[in-house]
Every structure is written in structure tokens, then in C-alpha cells.
């Protein structure tokens, strides 16, 4: 089918148009996220913490008092029938509704708005099911995990007072290199270590860990390939950001699409391929 130059002008902008749109869409909803969560952290006087340990236990605290946690009370949030990218931030702030998942995006977001580098990590049993999501913050150079919600009291207790992060799963340790090994083993916690034990004993139920910024298993999923992908390295802060951004990605994604779509019909249009 060859289009004249009129009907390529019309057909051009109509792409355009059915680009933008939704585009503008988007990029009005995260602006309308941004005003909940800056109410947020205003109304709770959070914009001057500094950046600690301490500081993001409060900001989890916080979420933690404040969402329900009662799946069967929920009155807004569908948690059979979510979106692939999950509610936004703003939808969350409003409803206070939500398991770990919610709460870890909640407080990750509100963390990098404030300054931090956080990102969402998720723990796996030893059937390598997902137990727990939470969030992974780097204090200086030093990771720490802050709890989420929906988890219990004593495992929050032991996540504030005790510094946990990647190191603490041995499970995934290993080098080819004998003396690395050595050097790995002396260096571990002695298991008559009273702090060490504890950390043990609150960690068993955890054997493995995952970055879940770029969520590769969900991905895969909507592909038809049932895999599941354990993401190792931490994420950019970059990546983190926009990860907990749903507005944010979709506004990329379709401003991406008309980039794509402009540069084909420019393309087609100086090659006369569209004309009569």
C-alpha cells in the first residue's frame, strides 16, 4: 500500500498523536505520584534526615505503623489482579494497603527522593521460593538490609539491630582459587560467636538472595518461559529509581515506541517506498 505525500503527513501525525497521548498520560500521573510522596515526606518531617542507618529504619518505621497488612481487609489493593509494573507509590501512599512487595517499593522510592542509594532485594528459601522482599541500602560503602513490612516483630528487631546484607549468605561463596577459600573461612564469624549465632539462627530460613530492579523472571514469564532468574550484582541507583516508577517506565517505553516508529516512516519517506 503507497500512501500520497498528504495521506503520509496524516498518517505520520496520527502516530504522533496516538504516541503522545498517552505519553503525556504518564508523565501527568508521575507528576501527581511525585506530590503524594512529597506530602509525604514533608508532613512527616523527613527531608532533612541524615544519611544513616538510622535514618532509613525510621523511614521504614514509619510505613510499617502506617499500612495494613491484613490481605483480607484490603479494600483497594487487588493482589490477584495487579498490574505487570505493580501499583505506583502515589497508590500505595493513598491507600495504605500491602504485603511486603508494596511496602519495600514504598520505602526504596521515599529513600532515593531523600538521598539514599537504595534498591529492592528479594530472599528465597532453600526451595528457592520467594519468602521476603525488603530493601538493600548502601551507607557510605557499607550495605545494610531495612526490613519491609508484613514480616514479624522479631525479625525487624533483629534487621535494626544487627547489620545484614549480601555478605551474610555464605551459601554463595566461591572461588576456584584454594587460598581464597582459605582466606574467605578464616575470615567468617566463629559459630561460638554470640552475635554471629544470632544472625544465624534469624537468617536460616533465607539461602538465597535477588536484586530485583530488573525483574528478568517476570519478563520471562510473559514470555512463556517459566525460569527464574537470580540477579547477583546490585543494580545502578539509576536503574533503582526508575524500577519503583511505573509512570515513569511506561512514559520511556511509549516515547521510545514513537522514536522507533517517527524514524521508520521518515526513513520509508525519504526512500519514496510509501509513495505513489
Not at 506530602?39 to 518505621?61: G, Q
Not at 499500612?67 to 491507600?95: I, K, S
Not at 519503583?244 to 521510545?256: C, F, G, K, S
Request: net charge neutral; aromatic share 10%; with cysteine.
Amino acid at each position: 500500500m503507497r500512501f500520497s505525500k498528504n495521506k503520509y503527513l496524516i498518517f505520520l501525525i496520527s502516530v504522533w498523536i496516538l504516541t503522545l497521548v498517552p505519553a503525556l498520560i504518564f508523565i501527568g500521573l508521575q507528576i501527581r505520584e511525585n506530590a503524594i510522596i512529597d506530602r509525604f515526606i514533608e508532613t512527616h518531617n523527613l527531608n532533612d534526615l541524615p544519611k544513616s542507618k538510622e535514618s532509613a529504619i525510621k523511614v521504614s518505621n514509619l510505613i510499617r505503623k502506617e499500612f495494613l497488612t491484613d490481605e483480607t481487609q484490603f479494600a483497594h489493593l487487588n493482589l490477584y489482579n495487579r498490574p505487570f509494573l505493580r501499583e505506583d507509590v502515589g497508590f500505595l501512599l493513598t491507600h495504605k494497603e500491602g504485603l511486603c512487595g508494596e511496602g519495600s517499593r514504598v520505602i526504596v522510592d521515599i529513600l532515593n527522593r531523600l538521598g539514599f542509594n537504595a534498591t529492592r532485594i528479594t530472599l528465597y528459601n532453600k526451595n528457592l521460593e520467594p519468602t521476603h522482599t525488603l530493601a538493600s541500602v548502601l551507607i557510605g560503602e557499607k550495605e545494610v538490609f531495612i526490613d519491609s513490612i508484613n514480616s514479624d516483630e522479631d525479625f525487624n528487631q533483629f534487621l535494626n539491630e544487627f547489620d545484614v546484607s549480601t555478605e551474610h549468605f555464605n551459601v554463595l561463596h566461591y572461588s576456584d582459587n584454594i587460598s581464597e577459600r582459605r582466606k574467605f573461612s578464616v575470615s567468617a564469624p566463629a559459630a561460638d560467636d554470640a552475635t554471629s549465632k544470632i544472625k544465624e539462627d534469624s537468617l536460616k530460613e533465607y539461602w538465597l538472595y535477588s536484586y530485583e530492579a530488573t525483574p528478568y523472571t517476570k519478563l520471562l514469564t510473559k514470555l512463556g518461559v517459566n525460569v527464574r532468574v537470580f540477579n547477583l550484582a546490585r543494580p545502578s541507583n539509576a536503574i533503582s529509581k526508575i524500577a519503583e516508577r511505573p509512570n515513569t517506565v511506561m512514559a520511556i517505553l511509549v516515547a521510545a515506541i514513537l522514536v522507533i516508529v517517527t524514524a521508520i516512516a521518515i526513513r520509508l519517506g525519504r526512500s519514496r517506498k510509501l509513495f505513489q
